[in-house]
């Protein structure tokens, strides 16, 4: 069992505080991998004449 007075949150300083809701505030730019528009027509292209190729031929039971 705990005892009543017993303190329950962590100490924190007002710097710190400060200093986490400021990068939080204005964080950083994520940095990524940007495609261009014949890059990402080429892709989709693939991808469309992929999805409607007709399916692989089964062999015959029997």
Do not use: H, N, W, Y
């Amino acid at each position: 069992m705990m005892p009543v007075d017993a303190q329950r949150t962590l100490p924190t300083s007002t710097e710190t505080m400060a200093a986490d809701v400021e990068s939080l505030l204005s964080p950083a730019e994520a940095e990524g991998i940007f495609r261009d528009t014949a890059e990402c027509a080429g892709g989709l292209l693939l991808a469309a004449l992929l999805l409607i190729s007709p399916p692989t031929p089964r062999p015959k039971k029997g």
